[in-house]
Antibody, heavy 121, light 111 residues
Framework: QLQLEESGPGLVKPSETLALTCTVSGGAIRGSSHYWGWIRHSPGKGLEWLGSIYSSGSTYYKPSLQRRVTISVDTSKNQFSLKLRSVTAADAGVYYC?????????????WGQGTLVNVSS | QAVLTQPPSVSGAPGQRVTISCTGSSSNIGAGYDVHWYQHLPETAPKLLISANFNRPSGVPDRFSGSKSGTSASLAITGLQAEDEAEYFCQSYDRSLGTYVFGTGTKVTVL
């Protein structure tokens, strides 16, 4: 059974960079033919897809966040990561990682249980 | 803001049938993109419940069913059980935004 688990600081200061990692177990990212993405749930915007990375390393970002978001993959550790720069209070919320089979119109078939991130000085 | 609109809450007695609507627009559901449904219990990973409008992944009870028409989709739960008390949300793709989009979420309460 595939499992995903998010990890990272629960508190980030305004203007700094939020960095989270998703560790995948029960299956390999390398050669998986799947996309690996980040979704967040915030009080102001509800659920919001932030971006995804294909197992080969190609990235896809939400257009409005493209300047601040970077997603990378480390297949040797079976992990993928999110960096969100210049955070504000609006970036606080629960961050989820998930797997999806396609990039347009696909479902998200496996999710992590989420990690709460607060933004405060 | 979430792009797809759902009722904030629905409730029903055990054994009853409840439905949850998911209303979108011509740039997402109405454009022909699939709608997927998820069940989310607190402190757990969201679980894929219905894929591509009406398909149940392996292990999902057949009391859960999905449908889609025009710019909307629906999730029905028949024979409501106490363990079905959870939040449910829909998801699709929006061609104007170029992103996955999600519903506002519906809390199902079993009376």
């Amino acid at each position: 059974q595939l499992q995903l688990e998010e990890s990272g600081p629960g508190l980030v200061k305004p203007s700094e960079t939020l960095a989270l990692t998703c560790t995948v177990s029960g299956g390999a990212i390398r050669g998986s033919s799947h996309y690996w993405g980040w979704i967040r749930h915030s009080p102001g915007k509800g659920l919001e897809w932030l971006g995804s990375i294909y197992s080969s390393g190609s990235t896809y970002y939400k257009p409005s966040l493209q300047r601040r978001v970077t997603i990378s993959v480390d297949t040797s550790k079976n992990q993928f990561s999110l960096k969100l720069r210049s955070v504000t209070a609006a970036d606080a919320g629960v961050y989820y990682c998930a797997r999806h089979p396609g990039i347009v119109g696909s479902n998200l078939d496996y999710w992590g249980q989420g990690t709460l991130v607060n933004v405060s000085s | 803001q979430a792009v797809l609109t759902q009722p904030p809450s629905v409730s029903g007695a055990p054994g009853q049938r409840v439905t949850i609507s998911c209303t979108g627009s011509s740039s997402n559901i109405g454009a022909g993109y699939d709608v997927h449904w998820y069940q989310h219990l607190p402190e757990t990973a969201p679980k894929l419940l219905i894929s591509a409008n009406f398909n149940r992944p392996s292990g999902v009870p057949d009391r859960f069913s999905g449908s889609k028409s025009g710019t909307s989709a629906s999730l029905a739960i028949t024979g409501l059980q106490a363990e079905d008390e959870a939040e449910y949300f829909c998801q699709s793709y929006d061609r104007s935004l170029g992103t996955y989009v999600f519903g506002t979420g519906t809390k199902v309460t079993v009376l």
